[in-house]
Structure formats: structure tokens, C-alpha cells
């Protein structure tokens, strides 16, 4: 048996790791491939729509596809009948971490196992419940932090952050770390850097505390999931590599205010994984990168949209609408409204209220058991000098913005990344794995590292081949 540590890296693909040790041969990530080995990872599956990380990394984590497990959305119901692999190493006796591990919400469903030694769930969690209840004051920081994000970070901390940080220090939050996340706030609040920037410190901040949790509980498996990568390709792969374009879609100028930003991600991606080896080689540990699918240029990219509606109030939102429910709003990645409903019944007539009543502005709308998904987009009429003058357009309504629980944010960039099927799997201690392999099989092959038999529906692992000590 081995003991690990995964390091879920959101979209990451393997344009990104080959360009990435060229710049940075010196860097964690090209140090990690030094170690071990590396190699592409393809999920093939048959999908109501393009891909989505919710859905790839519950068919990565469970090793099923998504006619199976459901799961497409992040508030979809989590199916029992085919566990994620850390909870199935927690079944099989193994002791298990987790921080920030997408799927690891709620608590109380996902973590009920008391061989989950720790965690701290995903951004999209309804509640700041954790365990240990001391990481407690971390989740409320983040979940601020990642609900006041959807599009523009914020850099004004509230006194519930301060003092979350204060708290967050006895939790493993180091002085280096300290240091930079005033440094990086500094720097966004003069305007030197744009605000994006704020994740990777989400994402510093949090490893810091993973590796401190892993000290303290030592466990055999310990998971944590980043997207601030992720969100750096999705808005400037055209800063970085504007060639995979017929035409640039941005000017030159925007290319250079931008170009450092994708860099920058790497950069903090390549401390994190400075700072998981040197643990890793200190506890005796195997350390595992993985992405469950990746990105590439969106050469459809359309760049005339000015403005967005965000939806901050979900139950404002509703009334709106005119539509009672009193059902709890779940959070989602803008532009999304999740609905957890009592009923498949009550979700199937919500469902047509939403349809009726949002018109044109629901792009698509997904039902799963009792959880409704509305993807919009809400015209927005006026844009306005301040949140008190926006007015946006709900069916044939002009309504004020503000009073239907929306803002209206401006669009300074736009998703030059598209999600796709390939992402990477890289390993610091074992060789041997091919060019290419069945995303769906890694589960099953990390629950071998660890010693524990595939289960039942996991498919035999055939291209993942262990030739290492």
C-alpha cells in the first residue's frame, strides 16, 4: 500500500504542461515530471451537452459515466451507488483528507465516513460545516471569497475576513504565505495587477492549510482541488497563445496587459507542488497530479458582450419572477441558478415556471431527481452609472436589477478557453503508464496504490500499466 497525495488540478491539458516546463524547467511541475511519469488522460462519453468540470470530475472520481452517476451540475444529487474513490478508500479502511474537493458537499452525505479525518468541502458548499469544526472560520473565507467572485474578485476584505484569517492561522497558514497574499492584495488594490490574481491567493491559502491538516492527521489519502489555473486559461489563452486563433480576437495591447497572467497561475501552481514534495518526501508519500479534462482556444469566441447579470439574490430573484417558492437556492457557477426542491414533482413544476417565466433568458434548463439548474442570460437593458440605475429584461418586463436581486457587471474579458476532453495524469513514483489512457480508469488505479480492490462497476484498469517500484 501507498500512501498519496492528489493534487486535482481543474482543466489542465497537456499544451499547457508541455509549454509550461519549456518556460519554467526549474519549476514544481517540471521538477514532478522529473520524478515520474506523465501522460494524457481522454474522457469519452455521451453527454446532454459540451463538457462540463462538475460532471468530468464526478466521472473521473466515481469511474462511471454520467449516464450513470448523473451528475452534471455542482448541486445535482451525489449517487450513493457509485462512491467517489476517496470515499471508497474511507469504506475500505483507509484514513482520507480533503480540502476544497469538488463533490465533498455536504458534509454530512459525503463525508458521513469517520475515516474522513479531515475536510474542508467545496466552494459550493450550503454551509461552512467542516472537519475538524476548528477549519470552520477557513470555509466561511472561502465561501465568501468564491460567491463574491464570479466574475470580478474583490479585493476589499470585510471584518468577517480579517478576523477569518486570524483563525485561519492556527489552522496552518504560514508566514511566507502570509507575506504574499498582502503582497498580492497590495498589488491589485494600486492596480498593478488585475484582481483575477485574488484566486491564486484562495488557492495558497488553502494549500497551506491542506498540507498542515496532512501533518496533523496523517492520513493515507489526502485530496485537493484547485481552479484558479483553470479560470487564468479561460480568460486569457488568447494572451498566451493568441496563434491558436484564425484571427487574434484581442488586440495587441490587451495581449500584453495580459500576457503574464496564465504565467503568474503556473507559477503559484509550480509553489504548491514545491511545497507537496517537499512534505511528500519527508512523510513518504506518492505524490499524484490530475486534471479531469482540459482546454483549448475557443475559435468561436465571442467578444461583444459588454455587460453581465449575475443573480446574488436567489430568492429575490424568484419573487421577481413571480414565482413563490420558498425552497432553498444553492450556490452555482455564474450564469446558473440551482434549486433544491422537496420533489422531483416540485422540480418538474418549477422547471416549467422558470421556462414560462425567463423566456429567451434561459438557455437551458436541467432537471436531476429534485434539483433544478437554470443556465440564463439576462439581457441587460442599462448597464447604469451605479447598481441603482441597472435595469435588466425578465420576459417581456423591464424590471430594476437591484430590486430582483441581480447586478450588472462589466466584461473586461471573455472565455478564450473552452473546456476539453483531455486532461493529464502525472505520478512522482511510478513509470510505465501509456501515451494516453481511459480517463474512467483512474480511479480504479489510485484505489490500487492504496491497496484497495476496484469495485464492482469500475472499469478493469488496461492502460494504466505499473511497471515501477
Not at 322 to 328: A, L, N
Not at 388 to 416: C, K, N, Q, Y
Amino acid at each position: 500500500m501507498r500512501r498519496l497525495i492528489v493534487l486535482e488540478i481543474n482543466e489542465l491539458p497537456r499544451r499547457v504542461v508541455d509549454w509550461w516546463i519549456e518556460q519554467a524547467p526549474d519549476g514544481g511541475l517540471a521538477r514532478l515530471l522529473d520524478r515520474g511519469t506523465f501522460t494524457e488522460t481522454v474522457l469519452d462519453e455521451e453527454l446532454p451537452r459540451d463538457l462540463y468540470p462538475s460532471q468530468s470530475w464526478a466521472s473521473v472520481g466515481t469511474g462511471v459515466p454520467w449516464v450513470d452517476h448523473g451528475v452534471f451540475w455542482y448541486g445535482d444529487p451525489k449517487p450513493a451507488r457509485y462512491p467517489f474513490y476517496w470515499q471508497a478508500a474511507a469504506a475500505a479502511g483507509r484514513s482520507v483528507g480533503l480540502v476544497g474537493v469538488l463533490h465533498s458537499s455536504p458534509l454530512e452525505l459525503q463525508a458521513a465516513d469517520p475515516n474522513i479525518r479531515f475536510l474542508v468541502p467545496d466552494a459550493f458548499a450550503g454551509d461552512a460545516d467542516t472537519r475538524p469544526d476548528d477549519l470552520r472560520p477557513l470555509q466561511e473565507l472561502n465561501l465568501r471569497a468564491s460567491r463574491r467572485s464570479a466574475r470580478v474578485a474583490s479585493v476589499r476584505p470585510s471584518f468577517a475576513d480579517a478576523a477569518a484569517l486570524r483563525s485561519v492561522r492556527t489552522a496552518g497558514l504560514t508566514p511566507s504565505t502570509a507575506s504574499r497574499l498582502a503582497g498580492l492584495a497590495g498589488s491589485v488594490a494600486v492596480g498593478r495587477v488585475g484582481r483575477e490574481r485574488l484566486r491564486a491567493g484562495q488557492t495558497m491559502l488553502l494549500g497551506d492549510v491542506f498540507r498542515a491538516q496532512i501533518r496533523r492527521f496523517d492520513p493515507d489519502l489526502a485530496v485537493t482541488f484547485t481552479n484558479h489555473v483553470a479560470a487564468a486559461m479561460h480568460r486569457y489563452w488568447a494572451a498566451t497563445f493568441p496563434e491558436d486563433y484564425p484571427e487574434p480576437p484581442y488586440d495587441e495591447a490587451w495581449r500584453e496587459r495580459h500576457r503574464d497572467e496564465l504565467p503568474f497561475a503556473m507559477r503559484m501552481l509550480d509553489r504548491e507542488i514545491d511545497l507537496t514534495l517537499e512534505l511528500a518526501d519527508a512523510t513518504d508519500r506518492e505524490v499524484v497530479l490530475v486534471s479531469s479534462m482540459g482546454q483549448k482556444a475557443d475559435v468561436e469566441l465571442r467578444t461583444d458582450q459588454t455587460h453581465q447579470a449575475v443573480v446574488r439574490d436567489g430568492a429575490a430573484f424568484l419573487r421577481a419572477l413571480g414565482i413563490e417558492d420558498t425552497s432553498p437556492v444553492n450556490a452555482a457557477m455564474v450564469p446558473q441558478l440551482t434549486v433544491t426542491t422537496d420533489s422531483s414533482d416540485d422540480a418538474d413544476r418549477l422547471e416549467s415556471a422558470l421556462r414560462e417565466r425567463l423566456g429567451p433568458s434561459a438557455k437551458e434548463i436541467m432537471v436531476s431527481d429534485h434539483v433544478v439548474t437554470a443556465t440564463y442570460d439576462i439581457e441587460v437593458i442599462a448597464d447604469g452609472a451605479a447598481e441603482s440605475t441597472a435595469r435588466i429584461l425578465l420576459g417581456r418586463r423591464s424590471v430594476d436589477a437591484f430590486d430582483a436581486g441581480v447586478t450588472v457587471e462589466p466584461i473586461t474579458d471573455h472565455r478564450s478557453g473552452r473546456h476539453s476532453p483531455f486532461g493529464v495524469l502525472v505520478t512522482d513514483r511510478s513509470t510505465g503508464l501509456a501515451d494516453r489512457v481511459d480517463a474512467f480508469e483512474f480511479a480504479p488505479w489510485l484505489l490500487g496504490r492504496l491497496g484497495v480492490e476496484p469495485l464492482a462497476h469500475h472499469r478493469p484498469v488496461t492502460n494504466v500499466v505499473e511497471l515501477g517500484s
